[in-house]
């Protein structure tokens, strides 16, 4: 698929005859990933482990070339999006979340890492969220897929077609243009709050215990909650996430979350080629080979239920040393251990690539505003009232937006009445 789609996907993005790419699935799916299996089996075999390394190379340099084009992408995630269909999807300037779409990264799982640039935008949505779902290969569903970001619009099935249609028949249309339509064919039906069950006091419990930069922390935080919360939840919660932790690779934890972390700091071109020095290691197997055990056991055997033989078998085994050294060394320019990324000369720099700017607001810049360092707050005190006047005028008036600031405030906020006016204004105290 990889050696179709690149040439098209170049071609179009530099045809003045093409004003809009889309990218849809067939079936039940938007993409499930890649052909890992394959993957693998090229892994074990010195002759054909090239051609597994040159896989991985392939698929980022798609995936950066669909973020970085200069025209308005829409990936529809009508349905599975998972693994290599969230590179394909999650860093387009547009994502169409459907009733449909079931949304992971499942690497950790099979032994090896959330790749695909998921270093750059799961630490880039709001709070823990990303970490939390790059370690433990949760899913989300439906409309939760936009309400965390990983969605810019959530436009029912049955509107999909029509949309389409609409879009065809735009003449090199501008970004918010193609926003603006894609909105017009929302739900009408827009819950009075978040379909999510990671809100409240399940979400801050989230935060607290994935905010750590060891596996070891994250554990004892949620071994904690699961014995000692106060709210039932919150303590089942816990409880299921030890669990999910414990069937997961050790290594595939600590190199994930170190990954997360980095990627906060890097574009999405370094993150993508920190990934593929990632990938090329857990190919080699020479330091690690829980990929070949995760996938031979979970996607070969379909042993679902049953925990791999993974290689250290505990996380308290993998030291961080090891795992700098394995999986983080310092490269040379001329080392070649890993290949390098070589995206086309003809396509924009992407260094300061948003893909939450048709997205609901964030976190980061909800509280901006309620602190006055936004660039819109326009004074320092604020009212819910007036958050949330802000925010629909900044996003024309997109669905979602009053019910996402509501739940942000009561978690993030207090509320402090003016002796004078009468008003209640936010303060921001997490």
């Known amino acids: 698929m990889l050696e179709r789609l690149r040439p098209k996907i170049e071609e179009w993005s530099q045809q003045d005859l093409v004003g809009v790419v889309a990218g849809t699935g067939v079936g039940r799916a938007f993409c499930a990933g890649g052909d890992v299996a394959s993957v693998v089996e090229d892994c074990s075999k010195p002759e054909t482990l090239p051609h597994a390394i040159e896989f991985f190379q392939r ?38 979340a459907t009733e449909n779409t079931t949304f992971s990264m499942p690497e950790t799982r099979i032994g090896y890492c959330p790749d ?3 270093s750059f935008f799961l630490s880039r949505v709001d709070g823990e969220i990303g970490t939390y779902l790059g370690l433990t290969s949760e899913e989300l569903k439906g409309r939760a897929v936009f309400e965390h970001g990983f969605a810019t619009h959530f436009v029912p099935s049955r509107r999909i077609a029509p949309l389409m249609e609409r879009i065809a028949g735009l003449w090199n249309p ?6 603006a339509l894609i909105e017009e064919h929302r739900d009408d039906n827009v819950p009075n709050q978040p379909t999510s069950t990671l809100v409240g006091n399940l979400r801050a419990a989230l935060d607290s215990t994935f905010k750590h930069n060891t596996i070891e922390e994250v554990v004892a935080g949620l071994t904690e909650l699961s014995e000692g919360s106060e709210h039932e939840n919150v303590r089942q919660w816990a409880k299921k996430t030890l669990e999910l932790l414990e069937m997961r690779s050790p290594t595939s934890l600590k190199v994930a979350l170190v990954a997360i972390r980095r990627g906060q700091h890097m574009n999405l071109l370094e993150a993508l080629q920190m990934e593929l020095n990632i990938a090329t290691a857990f190919c080699r197997g020479e330091v690690s080979k829980d990929f070949y055990e995760g996938v031979t056991k979970f996607l070969v055997q379909k042993l679902r239920d049953e925990r791999p033989n993974w290689k250290p078998g505990k996380i308290n085994e993998v030291t961080d040393e090891f795992i700098q050294k394995s999986f983080f060394p310092q490269l040379k320019a001329d080392d070649t251990t890993a290949p390098r990324l070589n995206p086309p000369e003809w396509l924009p720099d992407a260094k300061f690539l948003n893909p939450m700017l048709y997205a609901l607001p964030t976190e980061k810049e909800i509280g901006e505003m309620v602190v006055g360092s936004h660039k819109s707050s326009g004074s320092t005190v604020v009212t819910l009232d007036e958050l949330i006047a802000k925010f629909e005028e900044k996003k024309a008036g997109k669905a979602g937006v009053r019910e996402k600031i509501i739940e942000v405030v009561q978690r993030k906020c207090t509320a402090e009445e003016d002796a004078q006016s009468g008003k209640k204004w936010l303060k921001w105290v997490h």
């Open 59 to 96: 698929e980022f340099e798609l995936d950066y070339i669909l973020a970085a084009m200069p025209k308005p992408y829409i990936a529809i995630m009508d349905g599975i999006t998972m693994g290599g269909g969230v590179g394909l999807s999650v860093n387009a300037p547009f994502r169409i």
């Open 116 to 118: 695909v640039g998921a």
């Open 174 to 179: 501008t970004y918010a243009q193609v926003d």
